[in-house]
């Protein structure tokens, strides 16, 4: 528990100063989801307080974010400012590689429509 000097702040707040998310109105979605953990107890209202020490485990597109509040911060400024306000302890992700791009042959997809002229043709269309 928290003592009345330690200085606290709503999580979505945090959340947005820290640009984990673009607004706070979806920092607030994540944490009424019941998909936040601060400490590990999950988080059902935004307007939970975090405190400097906390660790919040949520994720963020394909990755789990493991983050400790390092600050609270008093507003959303730059991402520079906003990097300093918690340390990453997040387990590294495995790099999904993506296949490179094919180069088709032409002619390879769809018909061109020299191609499509010609099999009307053998087809017995007219066209």
């Given at each position: 528990?928290?003592?009345?000097?330690t200085?606290?702040?709503r999580?979505?707040?945090?959340l947005?100063?820290a640009?984990?998310f673009?607004?706070r109105?979806l920092?607030?979605?994540?944490?009424?989801?019941?998909?936040?953990r601060?400490?590990?107890e999950?988080v059902?209202?935004?307007?939970?307080?975090v405190?400097?020490?906390?660790?919040?485990?949520?994720?963020?597109g394909?990755?789990?974010?493991?983050?400790?509040?390092?600050?609270?911060?008093?507003?959303?400024?730059?991402?520079?400012?906003?990097?300093?306000l918690y340390?990453?302890?997040?387990?590294?992700?495995?790099?999904?590689?993506?296949?490179?791009?094919?180069?088709?042959?032409?002619?390879a997809?769809?018909?061109t429509?020299e191609?499509?002229?010609t099999?009307?043709?053998l087809r017995?269309?007219s066209?």
């Amino acid at each position: 528990m928290t003592d009345s000097l330690t200085p606290r702040t709503r999580v979505d707040k945090w959340l947005w100063h820290a640009r984990f998310f673009k607004s706070r109105t979806l920092a607030a979605k994540l944490a009424g989801s019941g998909k936040l953990r601060v400490n590990r107890e999950i988080v059902r209202k935004p307007g939970a307080t975090v405190t400097p020490g906390d660790v919040l485990t949520f994720a963020k597109g394909r990755d789990i974010r493991v983050i400790e509040i390092v600050a609270l911060g008093e507003r959303r400024g730059p991402a520079s400012e906003a990097q300093t306000l918690y340390r990453d302890l997040s387990p590294l992700q495995p790099k999904i590689k993506t296949p490179p791009a094919v180069d088709q042959p032409r002619g390879a997809g769809r018909p061109t429509k020299e191609q499509r002229r010609t099999i009307d043709r053998l087809r017995g269309r007219s066209g």
